[in-house]
């Protein structure tokens, strides 16, 4: 009965007083004191939590002033985001434990070290990482976090005394600075003096690409694992340096649920995940349904989310002994909107984010030893496998691509995974690697759980319905070759530091220069040479010069005849070298073995003037990943260009247009102008379900596979189920590789893994080498895929290419570029912007 008159209450208020001033009590508990000499946040943002969206800049001053104001806190900034915003943590405990804070993160640390066999954890502080709003248009968690750090702040009494003595909080107020301050501004200048609650405000409907992602659109919950962007990596140097025992990471749903917290759907739980975490999850979940009972919000649990993909904030820690925690708030999506529920307001949203973030820490502080101990034993146990586990090591590299290697090495290193160089030449599983390419990770370390979550592959699962992907095996995404050995005889000197492979210049020539395209930086050296405007060429047959095999895809650029001269061509290209680790060889004859340096077999390349299609229409996630690639790997100018604009754009600026994955009928007014593009010789790219917009439009003529799937004894109850077992959420598949056509230029191997998370299949053409990437009949490497789309999938083709005119229209069924760790792909789409008119 109380649970329901609190809710009439907080309907009643909140739909009476929507613009009324909210208070502090509001929020916070009441039964304790608060020091007056800490700055509320009101004093400081000039306004109270939940009137307007704090935007970053005035949750950074808010923290800085808080940190100054009181010695339970210190905060350091740990980088830039690529808007250059701080990346905060504050690190919250009593003052006693600050002046001793290097000496417990020492002896917390012996628990993840399996060599202590004896640790106690009687007087020990549990660590407890508080991180809110990774997606920035889910901002009550970093709303919420004003609250919570003045809260620990300026709370006075017995019991946040013996919180502060007994937890390390390490708090994180906004995991995506870019995103959170992205909403804050549209919600903001929407606003009306007299709230309107309408969902069809504007408020309530952001604008293309809207404030969930960073700045190049990245999802940032998936890239705790893979670790490419700057606010990741300075968050998992955090978390290994402190390994907390319990991280939170606060979202938004959508308008018209509750709140979640976990544990979500046992049956989709990774096997690597110890049982017990689950237990303790639950366990740490009573203490959230005994405070939203007292505050009389409605939650749910055990539904709709999972703990399988270890790249999200919420799983990542269950892999690394600890408890990751995920919350879920019905989001407001602005300051007060209409739900099923009644009003869902702002305050309303921040009060039960506020709620979990303390019931949290009463959890933690009542379950420490718990915690703890299942710590410390979840490295024992790990020990413990290792010794069962019969492949002592796992040996991976790529003697033709150095680049890669070292970009997949320091992922490695930045998750504290321990490997080696090779002392000597090994074969495992039929593949040579070489000392001097080829690293070794033991496995026998405290990784060793993610060591083989990172390498695993896995087809057999218990449940067929996944909230992300159920595949990342990460060697295949770098299309690195790796194995596993039962001896360390090879391993020689530990790596402790990494330097980038810097290339070099054989010689200074003034005849030409070759290159190989193996390398994964190729791409930006061919354009820094092109863009300034030396000529090269491409080799679309093979050559030797002496013992120096070429194979297709070499680049020639020659001396003679070029803006420059000899001497300053020497001086870029060694350069160009060192920044991108390629080797380039300086000859002094066109005669070679194959074909000769002045045949017509070397094709001219043209440097491209690359437009990627944005806005309405657009999935701005694909689009971000095509710009981040473009932009920060290979530092070549793009032109994100709207798709509302595109009727007046002159499209013939431009040599290449990429439509990454599209809905709707964005594109239809623009027919004619990308038509007469490509005619004039302009290459079309195309992502996903572009293929079908390209396809209606007959840019590209393309046979369409379906799935036969028949829904038998499935009730209605059973239908959600059924379909979404058809659904390939993200699984790797194995497709052959011709290497002599322009799109494998640079490949080495007949056999690529290629990621894919649609169901777009597409006939082969009757003409065998118009096939020049096409799945084998065994496709499937990892993940899941239902028996009906897994025998619809083979021999299929994820690749398509037809002319049109004097240009090419270009298609790929399956993203290239995902989340910006499928390296091993990125050369695809490269090589349909340099040699797109030779396919």
Do not use: C
Not at 205 to 211: C, F, I, K, R, T
Not at 449 to 464: G, H, P, Y
Request: charge should be neutral.
């Amino acid at each position: 009965m109380k649970k329901i008159i609190s809710l009439i209450f907080v309907f009643i208020f909140f739909n009476s007083n929507a613009q009324e001033k909210i208070e502090l009590s509001y929020y916070l508990p009441q039964n304790i004191s608060y020091n007056v000499d800490i700055p509320t946040p009101e004093s400081v943002i000039g306004f109270q939590v939940g009137e307007w969206h704090v935007s970053h800049d005035k949750l950074v001053h808010y923290m800085k002033t808080l940190a100054k104001a009181s010695d339970r806190i210190s905060i350091e900034e740990r980088g830039k985001t690529y808007e250059g915003r701080p990346i905060l943590l504050l690190t919250i405990t009593s003052v006693k434990n600050h002046k001793n804070i290097e000496s417990i993160r020492a002896e917390h640390l012996k628990l993840s070290d399996a060599s202590n066999t004896a640790v106690n954890v009687s007087d020990m502080p549990v660590v407890v990482y508080q991180g809110f709003s990774i997606h920035g248009n889910e901002p009550s968690g970093a709303n919420a976090g004003l609250l919570a750090a003045y809260y620990l702040a300026a709370a006075e009494g017995k019991e946040i005394d013996e919180l502060l003595e007994k937890t390390i909080i390490l708090f994180d107020s906004s995991f995506n600075p870019d995103g959170l301050n992205r909403f804050a501004s549209w919600v903001n200048m929407h606003k009306n003096q007299t709230i309107t609650s309408d969902n069809n405000d504007r408020e309530y409907n952001e604008v293309w690409p809207g404030g969930r992602t960073n700045h190049y659109w990245f999802d940032m919950n998936r890239d705790w694992l893979v670790t490419q962007l700057p606010e990741s990596q300075a968050r998992i140097k955090t978390f290994h340096k402190w390994k907390p025992n319990i991280l939170t990471d606060h979202h938004e749903m959508g308008t018209n649920s509750s709140f979640f917290f976990q544990p979500g759907i046992p049956s989709r739980t990774h096997p690597l995940t110890p049982k017990l975490n689950q237990k303790l999850t639950a366990k740490i979940g009573e203490y959230h349904a005994k405070a939203f009972d007292k505050i009389g919000s409605l939650y749910f649990t055990e539904e709709r989310y999972d703990d399988f993909y270890y790249g999200k904030g919420s799983t990542f820690p269950d892999i690394n002994g600890g408890i990751g925690i995920l919350f879920e708030q019905a989001s407001s999506r602005g300051h007060a909107q209409d739900s099923d529920n009644g009003l869902l307001t702002f305050p309303f949203t921040i009060r039960n984010q506020f709620t979990a973030a303390l019931s949290t820490l009463e959890a933690g502080i009542n379950m420490r030893e718990e915690l703890l101990k299942y710590q410390y034993d979840f490295y024992q146990n790990a020990k413990h496998e290792v010794s069962k586990d019969k492949n002592k090591a796992i040996v991976f590299g790529d003697k033709n691509d150095q680049g890669k290697t070292y970009q997949f090495a320091k992922m490695l290193e930045r998750q504290h995974i321990k490997f080696h160089k090779l002392s000597s030449n090994i074969t495992t599983g039929g593949t040579q690697f070489t000392a001097n390419d080829s690293y070794i990770i033991p496995a026998d370390q405290p990784n060793y759980r993610m060591i083989k979550a990172m390498f695993e592959t896995r087809t057999s699962f218990q449940d067929s319905l996944f909230y992300d992907v159920s595949a990342w095996t990460l060697p295949m995404a770098f299309d690195l070759n790796f194995g596993y050995t039962n001896s360390l005889s090879s391993a020689g000197e530990g790596i402790t530091s990494l330097d980038f492979p810097e290339g070099k210049v054989s010689a200074n020539s003034n005849y030409a220069y070759v290159f190989e395209w193996d390398e994964y930086y190729t791409p930006k050296a061919l354009y820094t040479i092109l863009k300034n405007n030396l000529r090269a060429k491409v080799a679309t047959k093979p050559f030797s010069i002496g013992s120096k095999k070429y194979d297709y895809g070499s680049i020639l650029i020659s001396v003679a005849n070029q803006n420059k001269t000899s001497e300053e061509i020497y001086t870029l290209l060694k350069e160009i070298a060192k920044e991108t680790g390629v080797d380039f060889e300086g000859v002094t004859t066109g005669i070679t073995e194959g074909i000769d340096l002045g045949s017509s077999y070397f094709r001219p390349v043209e440097q491209p003037k690359i437009a990627v299609l944005v806005g309405d229409g657009i999935t701005s996630s694909d689009a971000g990943e095509i710009w981040h690639l473009l932009d920060t790997r290979y530092q070549i100018p793009v032109t994100k260009l709207d798709t509302k604009n595109l009727g007046r754009a002159d499209l013939s600026k431009y040599t290449t247009i990429i439509i990454s994955n599209t809905f709707g009928s964005s594109l239809n007014e623009a027919t004619d102008d990308l038509k007469t593009f490509v005619k004039n010789g302009g290459v079309l790219i195309g992502y996903k379900n572009a293929l079908r917009w390209l396809d209606n439009q007959k840019f590209i003529n393309l046979d369409f596979k379906k799935s036969k799937v028949k829904a038998k004894d499935i009730s209605f109850a059973q239908r959600a189920d059924f379909r979404g077992a058809q659904v390939i959420g993200g699984a790797i598949f194995e497709a052959e590789i011709d290497l002599t056509h322009p799109i494998g230029y640079g490949y080495n191997k007949n056999k690529i893994a290629l990621f894919r998370n649609t169901t777009l299949f597409i006939n082969p053409d009757s003409t065998n080498y118009k096939n020049p990437l096409q799945y084998t009949k065994k496709a499937l490497l990892s993940g899941y895929i239902s028996k009906e789309n897994l025998n619809t999938i083979k021999e299929t083709i994820p690749f398509k290419t037809s002319s049109m005119g004097r240009g090419e229209v270009i298609v790929f069924t399956d993203n290239t570029n995902f989340r910006a760790f499928w390296y091993g792909t990125n050369k695809l789409l490269m090589n349909a912007i340099f040699f797109g008119k030779m396919m």
